[in-house]
Antibody, heavy 118, light 109 residues
């Protein structure tokens, strides 16, 4: 069974940093691209960042470029999102998701809440 | 990098059908047959319901169907059931920057 479990969310002050993790199991993690998607309270889904299976291709939404860094450790079946210079508008539930070009985001984690507030 | 356009809400009585549109451009919806639809219940993670415009993952009821014409994709839920009440989002491959729809809240009356 495919499972994605996020962790690392919490309350952080504006300008602070946080590192999210996503532990994958039930599939060959190293064969799949992965994405981070966020959802602000009461709002829609927003793509944050993508990383290819071997980390060769990495993309960011304009809203987080220069502040967030996506990475993965295929040996540990884990995906990460380092978030720096956090702003109030980064407050959201952050989901990791497995992705293929054909099937889209076919498996999602349960999400982890990041709250940026003083 | 604009979101795909969906109606904010749609509704129907049990047993009826409801169709949700998802309008993009020739750079996303119209340019690729890689449109997917996600269902999200309150407090839950999104769930893939349709991929590649009209294909259903294993376990998704055949009441859910998808189609596309030009720059607009559609999701139809036939034979509405109470558990279909949820938010629905479309998404399209768009090169390196995937697009999500604005979301549609489906209410079962």
């Amino acid at each position: 069974e495919v499972q994605l479990v996020e962790s690392g969310g919490g309350l952080v002050k504006p300008g602070g940093s946080l590192r999210l993790s996503c532990a994958a199991s039930g599939f060959t993690f190293s064969s799949y691209s992965m994405k981070w998607v966020r959802q602000a309270p009461g709002k829609g889904l927003e793509w944050v960042s993508s990383i290819s299976s071997s980390s060769s291709y990495i993309y960011y939404a304009d809203s987080v470029k220069g502040r967030f860094t996506i990475s993965r450790d295929n040996a540990k079946n884990s995906l990460y999102l380092q978030m720096n210079s956090l702003r109030a508008e980064d407050t959201a539930v952050y989901y990791c998701a497995r992705v293929t070009m054909v099937r889209g985001l076919d498996y999602w984690g349960q999400g982890t809440l990041v709250t940026v507030s003083s | 990098q604009s979101a795909l356009t969906q109606p904010p809400s749609a509704s129907g009585s049990p047993g009826q059908s409801v169709t949700i549109s998802c309008t993009g451009t020739s750079s996303d919806v119209g340019g690729y047959n890689y449109v997917s639809w996600y269902q999200q219940h309150p407090g839950k993670a999104p769930k893939l319901m349709i991929y590649e415009v009209s294909k259903r993952p294993s376990g998704v009821p055949d009441r859910f169907s998808g189609s596309k014409s030009g720059n607009t994709a559609s999701l139809t839920v036939s034979g509405l059931q109470a558990e279909d009440e949820a938010d629905y989002y479309c998404s399209s491959y768009a090169g390196s920057r995937p697009q999500f729809g604005t979301g549609t809240k489906v209410t079962v009356l």
